[in-house]
């Protein structure tokens, strides 16, 4: 299993890939899901600010463009702009949507570069869910 570290460590490095001309602010994050498979995403923006796309929904859609079905069990998320760069109420919702009923593990860095975490439960008490 790939450890906290080594997932934020994998957000890092990706988000020096973020497309961010009009915020400055870049972000990554890394997905791993319960088969063991980990996806990474940076944060896209568009002049039309209402397009951008987060790095953890560009993470997750890419495991589901790649066939990925099993929970979303954790995701790392880093800014080299921010501590614990939570992710935004659409990233939690969506989240929450893959998390398939798991309490996935949120991994951040906090102000003295260490690894810290939280739940999906924790920040999203109350998700929308149809199923």
Avoid: H
């Avoid at 299993?1 to 990706?14: C, D, F, G, Q």
């Avoid at 790095?55 to 463009?65: L, P, V």
């Avoid at 949120?106 to 199923?131: A, V």
Wanted: charged fraction near 20%.
């Amino acid at each position: 299993m790939t450890s906290n570290k080594e997932l934020l460590e994998k957000a890092k490095e990706i988000s020096q890939r973020a497309y961010c001309p009009y915020s400055n602010f870049q972000v990554g994050a890394c997905a791993l899901f319960e088969s063991g498979n980990f996806y990474v995403g940076c944060n896209i923006e568009n002049s039309s600010y209402g397009l951008s796309l987060c790095a953890e929904r560009n993470a997750i859609s890419t495991a589901i463009a790649n066939g990925e079905i099993s929970k979303l069990v954790k995701v790392a998320i880093y800014s080299p702009k921010s501590s614990k760069c939570f992710p935004c109420g659409a990233c939690r919702q969506w989240i929450q949507e893959f998390a398939k009923g798991y309490n996935t593990e949120i991994i951040l860095e906090d102000e003295n570069g260490e690894c810290c975490s939280c739940y999906i439960d924790e920040i999203l008490p109350y998700s929308f869910n149809l199923i």
